[in-house]
C-alpha cells in the first residue's frame, strides 16, 4: 500500500539558509500534518491542513511557513535556520471523517535537518 | 496546561511476558487516545485508538484500556517478543478538541530481552 512520502530524506544547511521540506500524503488523503521531532523528545505538532486550508498551528516559529497544493501534497519552509532547529520533520496524512471520530494519522520516514 | 505522562523512560522485560505501559493525562478531556510504535529514526506507527466511551480494545497480542476518570490508558502486549522493542507514545487529539493534530506523550522505551 502506498505510504506517506517525504523528500529530501537527509538535508544539511548552514545558519541563516532557508529550507524546504516536502510531503506526498496517501492517495485520498485530505488532511496532512506536520511534526518536530527533537532528538530524544516526543514529536511536537507544527501545522496541518484540510482540503489546502491551514487547519491548526501548534508550536510552528515565525520563521517557517507552510502550504498545501491543488494536488494535496504540502510543503514546509524553513527561513533564517537556527542550530535549534536540527531535528526529524515528520509530515502524516488521513481521512478526515470528522470531529470525535478517528482519525488516525498515518506517519513519513521524516526528513532529517541538520543544521550547522 | 494539558500534560501527558507515561511510565518510565525505559522498561525491559522478558520475552513471553506481558508489557504493560501507562499514559495519564491532566487537565484535558480528549475524545479518542492513540497509541504508537516509533522505531529509531522512524515515524511513529499507528497501533490502536480507543474512544472515551469505550473501556478496552484489542488486536492481536495488544490491549488498550481507557479510563476517563483516572485519566489513564494502559497499553499491553502479551507474549512478548524481541521485535516488540521500539519506544511507545501515547497521543491525545488536540488540547483545542480539534482533530487534526496530536500531542504525544513522552514515550516509554520497551526492551523485550530473549
Known amino acids: 500500500a502506498a505510504g506517506v512520502i517525504q523528500s529530501p530524506r537527509h538535508l544539511i544547511k548552514e545558519k541563516r539558509e532557508t529550507a524546504t521540506l516536502k510531503c506526498y500524503p496517501i492517495?485520498?488523503?485530505?488532511?496532512v500534518y506536520w511534526y518536530q521531532q527533537g532528538p530524544g523528545q516526543d514529536p511536537q505538532f507544527l501545522i496541518s491542513?484540510?482540503?489546502?486550508?491551514?487547519?491548526d498551528k501548534g508550536s510552528i516559529p515565525d520563521r517557517f511557513s507552510a502550504q498545501q497544493f491543488s494536488d494535496y501534497h504540502s510543503e514546509l519552509n524553513m527561513s533564517s535556520l537556527e542550530l535549534g532547529d536540527s531535528a526529524l520533520y515528520f509530515c502524516?496524512?488521513?481521512?478526515?471523517?470528522?470531529?470525535?471520530?478517528?482519525?488516525?494519522?498515518?506517519f513519513g520516514p521524516g526528513t532529517r535537518l541538520t543544521v550547522t | 496546561s494539558q500534560k501527558i505522562e507515561q511510565n518510565s523512560e525505559a522498561l525491559n522485560i522478558q520475552e513471553g511476558k506481558t508489557a504493560t505501559l501507562t499514559c495519564n493525562y491532566t487537565?484535558?478531556?480528549?475524545?479518542?487516545l492513540q497509541w504508537y510504535r516509533q522505531d529509531p529514526g522512524r515515524g511513529p506507527v499507528f497501533l490502536l485508538l480507543?474512544?472515551?466511551?469505550?473501556k478496552e480494545k484489542r488486536k492481536e497480542r495488544l490491549k488498550v484500556t481507557f479510563d476517563t476518570t483516572l485519566k489513564q490508558s494502559l497499553f499491553h502486549i502479551t507474549a512478548s517478543q524481541p521485535a516488540d522493542s521500539a519506544t511507545y507514545l501515547c497521543?491525545?487529539?488536540?488540547?483545542?478538541?480539534?482533530?487534526?493534530?496530536?500531542?504525544f506523550g513522552s514515550g516509554t522505551q520497551l526492551t523485550v530481552l530473549p
Open positions: 502524516a496524512s488521513s481521512f478526515f471523517l470528522g470531529q470525535g471520530l478517528d482519525n488516525e494519522q498515518y
Open positions: 492517495p485520498r488523503h485530505d488532511t
Open positions: 491542513f484540510y482540503e489546502k486550508m491551514q487547519s
Open positions: 487537565n484535558y478531556s480528549p475524545a479518542y
Open positions: 480507543i474512544r472515551e466511551n469505550e
Open positions: 497521543a491525545l487529539d488536540g488540547p483545542s478538541g480539534s482533530a487534526r493534530q496530536l500531542t
